[in-house]
C-alpha cells in the first residue's frame, strides 16, 4: 500500500530526530578520507555493481506515470532524444524502450543514450537482450567532466534523466554538472529529476563517522550520499540556465501491513526546462 504526498515543505524534525543530527556532527569523516572518498568515487560504484551485479534497483516502472513526458504516445514527427545520466544497469531506460518497442510507430519514440560513471554497470546495460544500437548508445563517462561530449553533440537532446544520481556526486560538482546538461540539451529541453530529499529517513539514521559536509554523508560500502533541500535544487538549475517547472518532495509511505514495517521516504523530484534566451 503506498501513498505519495507531494509538498513544498520541509519536514519538521521531532526533538529525538534534532538530537540525531547533532550527534552526526559530533565525529565527522576525516578530510583526508573524504578527499581519498572523492578519488575512489569511480572504484566505488564499480565494486558496487560487482557486488549486486544487476539485483539492487528495481525497474523504474513509475517514471510515464510522474513524468508524461516519457510517453511515446507524446511523441510527434520526429525521433527525439534522451540521456540517462547514472543510468546503472538501465533501470529507467529498458523499460521505458520496452513499451516504445511494443508500439509500431516506436520510430516515433526515443533514441536513448545511457551513461554511467561504473564500466562494469555499463557493460551489463550492453548485454541486456534489448540493447541495440538502433535504439540505444550506452556509454562510460564521468558527468562531471566534459567527457559527455565526446559522445553527443551539443544542443541536440530533447531530454536529459537523473534519477537518484546527483546525490551520488560531491556537491562542489553539482554546477559542472548542470552546466553540461545545459550545454546537450535543446533549448526548450528538459531536465527530469528525481532523488533523496532533505531529512529521508536514510539521512537520519546515519550513525556518527559518516557525514562529510552538510547533507552530505558516506555510506558503509563508500558511496557517498546528498540529501536535496527544495529551494537549493532550484537555485542551482535557475543560476545555470534552467526555468523550473516542478520541483516538490514527495513523501511516501511504504506500509507493508503483513510485515508491520513502515517505510517513511522523501525523495525530491522535479523538471527544469533549458531557458531559450540563455
Ligand atoms: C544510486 S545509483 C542510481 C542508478 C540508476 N539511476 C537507478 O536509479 O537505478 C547512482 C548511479 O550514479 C552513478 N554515478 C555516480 N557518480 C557519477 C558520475 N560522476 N558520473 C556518472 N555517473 C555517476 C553511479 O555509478 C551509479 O550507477
Not at 526555468?243 to 506500509?255: A, G, I, M, S
Request: aromatic fraction near 12%; charge should be negative.
Amino acid at each position: 500500500m503506498e501513498e505519495d504526498i507531494f509538498t513544498t515543505r520541509t519536514k519538521e524534525l521531532s526533538a529525538d530526530e534534532l538530537n540525531k543530527l547533532e550527534e552526526q556532527n559530533k565525529r565527522l569523516v576525516p578530510e583526508f578520507k573524504a578527499n581519498k572518498l572523492e578519488i575512489d568515487a569511480q572504484r566505488h560504484w564499480d565494486l558496487f555493481y560487482k557486488r549486486n551485479e544487476t539485483r539492487f534497483f528495481k525497474d523504474r516502472h513509475w517514471t510515464t506515470r510522474e513524468f508524461q513526458e516519457l510517453l511515446a504516445e507524446e511523441c510527434t514527427g520526429e525521433r527525439r532524444t534522451l540521456l540517462e545520466v547514472g543510468c546503472g544497469v538501465g533501470n529507467l531506460v529498458f523499460p521505458l524502450l520496452e513499451e516504445q518497442l511494443k508500439d509500431q510507430t516506436s520510430e516515433q519514440g526515443f533514441y536513448f543514450y545511457a551513461c554511467d560513471f561504473s564500466p562494469r554497470a555499463v557493460d551489463f546495460v550492453r548485454t541486456n537482450p534489448l540493447y541495440d544500437t538502433k535504439h540505444i548508445t550506452a556509454f562510460q563517462c564521468d558527468i562531471t567532466t566534459q567527457q559527455v561530449h565526446e559522445h553527443i553533440e551539443a544542443a541536440s537532446l530533447d531530454v536529459c534523466t537523473m534519477i537518484f544520481v546527483l546525490s551520488a556526486i560531491h556537491p562542489d560538482r553539482f554546477v559542472d554538472v548542470v552546466k553540461n546538461l545545459w550545454q546537450l540539451l535543446k533549448p526548450g529541453g528538459l531536465v527530469l529529476f528525481r532523488d533523496y530529499g532533505l531529512y529521508d529517513m536514510a539521512q537520519l539514521r546515519f550513525k556518527p563517522g559518516h557525514k562529510i559536509s552538510e547533507n552530505f554523508y558516506m555510506r558503509q560500502d563508500g558511496t557517498r550520499s546528498y540529501y536535496f533541500a527544495q529551494e537549493e535544487l532550484a537555485e542551482i538549475f535557475n543560476h545555470n540556465g534552467f526555468d523550473v517547472l516542478d520541483n516538490n518532495y514527495v513523501h511516501r509511505r511504504t506500509l507493508n501491513l503483513k510485515e508491520g514495517i513502515d517505510v517513511p521516504r522523501i525523495f525530491l523530484q522535479a523538471k527544469f526546462r533549458k531557458r531559450s534566451d540563455s
